[in-house]
């Protein structure tokens, strides 16, 4: 150490700089970089003599920002190194109250005050948290006894149903509360779920534990860690594992509620996991995914418990969660849900697993997301490497079964991952293997033949080569007497007869045919016959037929078929989803249209290239009937069942069908009546991009005609805001700019929490760029959403802070479209009701006093008497403004105003009255002044009126 003059360390000297440079700092209101400059201190004088102080002036920057818990920390080492210190002890007190950590709070005030008595600062907030310690200890002792009754009717199987089953709903809800929860564990609650659900046999209260022991879990990494010490992993598998769909769900939610406390996940669109967290509990989270994933082939489970586990890996593998994909394929993870894939209820014998209608298209959806993660060559690779792995192993044995299972796992592939499954196909011998059980004697084969034929032709481009190759065969196969295998046939050939795509004038097959595969398709959907997979293929067949104009309106003709079709979306099959949603989907014309330019028209016409041609029947107003036939047969019954799908696809495309439903005014309401607005928050938080915007849009427009008390109740108010905004956006359509600011201003007017909301999620600066537009009806639809903000006491200490608001409010008061300064003017007339200072930034344009011409002279009634108040609320705020208001000819204007007989503008008239009475009180002008000037003032506003008309 190099020691400089008088035997001072360097770095002690540099650490007392680095404090001096960190207050000065912190004197300017610079905290962050006061932190710097503290930590700097802090780095380079480990020995030094002033350490705590560098911890303790680190920790007042920390308070003013906000962060509470490093605040505490940096009290708690400088109280070590200075034990009793009152600045430090009174700094912890404060993040310690903020935290809600009262009792803490209360000690460490209570330290000051035995040390020092006399302390007057502390006075105060020691009577202030005595009291709030002494009302949390009452609390938690009326807690502590309702916790005592509540279990002992709970956990006791001999109570009576009724009461046993409310008490463990009381349960539930003092899990969710800090007090309750706190009691509820030093009372043993989940030894005792533990032990009851070994016995337990009521459901209602086997799903109220488990929610029970989701909400000990909720954001509590410490109490997650607890249960699962005291419960271990498999019992939340157990609880998983049986046929109630209610059960499954709460145990699903609850493993997840698990897996989000240790990583520090929410359910949020945005939330990204906490890399310490992540680290810390490491080996639980690498425990608790390797359970599920091992648990996907478990023979003994049940098919819907199956579904939920994958269902878990699908929220937890991609890199923006927990990012596992890598791990599951180094583990093997491909070849258990390729096992799943090739799953056949056809085979059923003591081995086979238990699986739902929608199993393989979940572990479809599953590997497709973990497809997503092998975002470099070599991974992707890997990837392909273990399905090829899978299909050999299966194939050394080329018998019947092991033939079908292959062409099974291969058709959910194609589904899911398809460019790994099309390089699955690619390989030798396996088009010809599909090819050749096509065309046996054996209707299993033909029926999985048929359906990896339809799969492998989803895209143009790459099926190409199998359909020419495969087309004949489906010829053959739709001629079958078996309806199992006519129905694959039909989708294959409904496949091959919709490559035209919206090209009205391209039909791959002769006139008339694309009409009678239609009609079998119908037939198949309403008379299905033994089959239930049948509707499923009918449905897939149409959407690809439904592409057809003509297809369309035949469809919705038959009010069988549509009922079937929207039956078939109740059952929430997801193997049924994209056949239904697509067809729902070209029915509504929600598909994106590409933009025919009239130039490149001509082009294309000069250069005898084909130009797509539109059919007449996807005018508007046949779609707009379409829309309306769907709405009035449930279909938003249909699309809240298929929306539980993993499938991010799957799941714009319900969004396009329910923005396209509220596109028509009428149908809203039905929208809402049958739980549309939950599913479509939802999906505006977790989608696709064009999901997420197609969700926002339909918001907005329920929004707008829909009472948002009504529309969107409960906290749902809150939760849609965040969408609303983020369609605030310059690449959005100024409609859809449109449509979110009318609903953001019903929403503005429900109450403050609406209005915080909006202020949370920057939305003022949003409505301040709208209010600058040049677009007229963007510019009033914002200016009205500010009209409602204004109410909000932030809002108008907004408005007060050195800035431009009130100026562009006051210069929008002489917009030529009456809606927007109407709206303008109601805002002004309730900040100058409400703030001296907003009066005073009235003055602020440089053509105040022309601005105050046009309100007082407005032909608009409305405006007119909102112009008066804001004089009356000026006048009225201080004499110095009054003096110079009254300064220029509005007095005289005021008097005319008087004059005027119009009924309409009565409120004007008696505000211009009452601006007169205190101009007299203030003595600015004489007792009945106006006898004389009346008259000529009377034409001049009238004068003016007639001037701003013209």
């Given at each position: 150490m190099v020691a400089t003059e008088g035997n001072v360390p360097a770095d002690v000297d540099e650490a007392t700089t680095f404090k001096e440079r960190g207050n000065a700092e912190f004197k300017e209101d610079c905290w962050e970089t006061a932190i710097k400059w503290?930590?700097?201190?802090?780095?380079?004088?480990?020995?030094?003599?002033?350490?705590?102080?560098?911890?303790?002036?680190?920790?007042?920057?920390?308070?003013?920002?906000?962060?509470?818990?490093?605040?505490?920390?940096?009290?708690?080492?400088?109280?070590?190194?200075?034990?009793?210190?009152?600045?430090?002890?009174?700094?912890?007190?404060?993040a310690l109250e903020a935290m809600e950590r009262f009792e803490e709070a209360y000690k460490d005030l209570r330290t000051i005050h035995t040390y020092d008595p006399n302390n007057k600062t502390i006075k105060p907030h020691l009577e202030r948290l005595h009291s709030i310690v002494q009302e949390r200890a009452r609390q938690r002792a009326q807690t502590s006894n309702k916790v005592t009754q509540m279990f002992e009717i709970a956990f006791d199987i001999g109570a009576p149903k009724d009461k046993r089953e409310q008490a463990m709903g009381n349960i539930v809800v003092l899990s969710r509360e800090h007090a309750g929860v706190e009691v509820m564990m030093k009372e043993g609650l989940v030894t005792r779920v533990g032990k009851l659900l070994k016995v337990e046999k009521n459901n209602e209260i086997i799903v109220n534990a488990i929610r029970a022991v989701d909400g000990v879990c909720l954001k509590s990494p410490e109490r997650t860690k607890q249960v699962i010490n005291e419960l271990g992993i498999p019992w939340f598998l157990?609880?998983?594992?049986?046929?109630?769909?209610?059960?499954?769900?709460?145990?699903?939610?609850?493993?997840?509620?698990?897996?989000?406390?240790?990583?520090?996940?929410?359910?949020?669109?945005?939330?990204?996991?906490?890399?310490?967290?992540?680290?810390?509990?490491?080996?639980?989270?690498?425990?608790l995914l390797t359970c599920l994933l091992y648990s996907v082939t478990d023979r003994t489970i049940t098919g819907m418990a199956r579904d939920s586990i994958m269902e878990l890996l699908i929220r937890n593998v991609h890199y923006k969660t927990l990012n596992w994909a890598e791990r599951l394929?180094?583990?093997?993870?491909?070849?258990?849900?390729?096992?799943?894939?090739?799953?056949?209820?056809?085979?059923?014998?003591?081995?086979?697993?238990?699986?739902?209608?929608?199993?393989?298209?979940?572990?479809?959806?599953?590997?497709?997301?973990?497809?997503?993660?092998?975002?470099?060559?070599?991974?992707?690779e890997r990837f392909t490497e273990q399905i090829g792995e899978f299909v050999k192993d299966k194939l050394l044995t080329p018998d019947h079964e092991s033939k079908v299972r292959v062409t099974v796992a291969i058709t959910s592939l194609l589904l899911g991952p398809f460019d790994a499954g099309n390089a699955i196909v690619s390989r030798e011998g396996i088009l010809q293997m599909i090819l050749a059980m096509a065309q046996s004697d054996n209707l299993l084969e033909q029926k999985v033949a048929c359906e990896c034929l339809i799969a492998a032709a989803s895209k143009k481009d790459k099926a190409k080569g199998l359909v020419q190759t495969g087309a004949e065969i489906l010829k053959k196969l739709y001629a079958s007497k078996n309806e199992e295998?006519?129905?694959?046939?039909?989708?294959?050939?409904?496949?091959?007869?919709?490559?035209?795509?919206?090209?009205?004038?391209?039909?791959?097959?002769?006139?008339?045919?694309?009409?009678?595969?239609?009609?079998?398709?119908?037939?198949?959907?309403?008379?299905?016959?033994k089959d239930k997979d049948i509707r499923k293929f009918a449905a897939e067949g149409l959407?690809?037929?439904?592409?057809?104009?003509?297809?369309?309106?035949?469809?919705?003709?038959?009010?069988?078929?549509?009922?079937?079709?929207?039956?078939?979306?109740?059952?929430?099959?997801?193997?049924?989803?994209?056949?239904?949603?697509?067809?729902?989907?070209?029915?509504?014309?929600?598909?994106?249209?590409?933009?025919?330019?009239?130039e490149l028209i001509e082009l294309a016409k000069f250069a005898k290239h084909h130009i797509p041609e539109e059919h007449e029947l996807d005018d508007p107003d046949f779609v707009s009937a379409r829309i309306i036939v769907l709405a009035n047969e449930g279909v938003t019954s249909g699309l809240v069942a298929l929306c539980k799908t993993e499938s991010d696809n799957s799941k714009e495309m319900i969004a396009r069908?329910?923005?396209?439903?509220?596109?028509?005014?009428?149908?809203?309401?039905?929208?809402?009546?049958?739980?549309?607005?939950?599913?479509?928050?939802?999906?505006?938080?977790?989608?696709t991009a064009n999901g997420k915007r197609h969700a926002a849009q339909a918001l907005s427009r329920i929004g707008i005609t829909i009472n948002p008390e009504v529309a969107f109740q409960g906290q749902r108010n809150l939760e849609v805001i965040r969408p609303l905004i983020k369609q605030l956006h310059p690449d959005y359509t100024s409609l859809e700019n449109f449509e979110a600011l009318m609903a953001l201003c019903n929403l503005a007017a429900m109450n403050e929490s609406t209005r915080q909301r909006i202020l949370k999620e920057q939305g003022m600066n949003n409505l301040e760029a709208y209010m600058a537009e040049e677009h007229t009806m963007l510019r009033r639809a914002a200016?009205?959403?500010?009209?409602?903000?204004?109410?909000?006491?932030?809002?108008?200490?907004?408005?007060?802070?050195?800035?431009?608001?009130?100026?562009?409010?006051?210069?929008?008061?002489?917009?030529?479209?009456?809606?927007?300064?109407?709206?303008?003017?109601?805002?002004?007339?309730?900040?100058?009701?409400?703030?001296?200072?907003?009066?005073?930034k009235m003055f602020e344009p440089s053509s105040w006093l022309e601005i105050f011409h046009t309100l007082v002279a407005n032909p608009s009634a409305g405006v007119q008497h909102r112009g008066m108040v804001i004089i009356r609320n000026i006048i009225k705020a201080s004499q110095k403004l009054a003096s110079r208001l009254f300064d220029t000819d509005l007095l005289q204007m005021l008097f005319g105003v008087t004059q005027l007989n119009d009924e309409q503008r009565a409120p004007a008239i008696e505000c211009a009255r009452e601006c007169l009475k205190v101009a007299e009180e203030y003595r600015l002008i004489q007792e009945n002044a106006d006898a004389d000037m009346a008259p000529d003032v009377f034409k001049q506003q009238e004068a003016t009126i007639e001037e701003i008309d013209n």
């Open positions: 503290y930590s700097k201190a802090i780095a380079v004088g480990e020995k030094h003599k002033d350490l705590p102080v560098f911890y303790k002036n680190r920790a007042a920057a920390y308070l003013k920002l906000e962060k509470y818990e490093n605040a505490h920390k940096d009290c708690t080492v400088s109280l070590e190194h200075c034990p009793n210190d009152p600045k430090a002890l009174f700094r912890r007190f404060q157990q609880m998983l594992d049986c046929n109630v769909e209610e059960r499954v769900a709460a145990s699903q939610h609850c493993m997840q509620t698990v897996l989000n406390s240790i990583s520090g996940l929410e359910n949020k669109d945005d939330s990204k996991p906490n890399e310490t967290l992540v680290k810390e509990n490491q080996q639980i989270i690498e425990t394929v180094e583990l093997k993870g491909l070849l258990r849900l390729m096992d799943v894939c090739s799953e056949l209820e056809e085979y059923k014998y003591e081995s086979a697993m238990n699986i739902t209608p929608s199993s393989r298209t979940i572990a479809a959806v599953c590997l497709a997301r973990i497809y997503e993660n092998m975002y470099y060559d070599a991974a992707r295998i006519r129905v694959r046939a039909l989708v294959g050939l409904c496949k091959i007869g919709s490559a035209g795509g919206l090209d009205a004038s391209i039909r791959p097959f002769a006139d008339g045919s694309t009409k009678k595969l239609a009609e079998a398709c119908r037939r198949f959907l309403v008379k299905p016959g959407a690809y037929l439904t592409l057809d104009a003509e297809v369309k309106e035949k469809l919705v003709e038959d009010r069988a078929a549509i009922k079937g079709l929207i039956e078939l979306a109740k059952t929430g099959d997801q193997s049924a989803l994209y056949g239904v949603v697509t067809t729902l989907v070209n029915l509504v014309n929600a598909y994106d249209k590409q933009e025919m330019v009239p069908v329910f923005n396209a439903l509220c596109s028509e005014q009428e149908v809203r309401g039905k929208v809402v009546q049958q739980g549309g607005v939950k599913v479509l928050l939802a999906l505006a938080l977790n989608c200016t009205q959403v500010l009209c409602n903000m204004v109410q909000s006491p932030d809002v108008v200490e907004l408005m007060e802070k050195p800035n431009d608001r009130v100026k562009l409010l006051a210069l929008l008061c002489e917009e030529e479209d009456e809606d927007t300064a109407l709206a303008a003017s109601g805002a002004l007339a309730y900040l100058t009701a409400v703030s001296e200072i907003c009066c005073e």
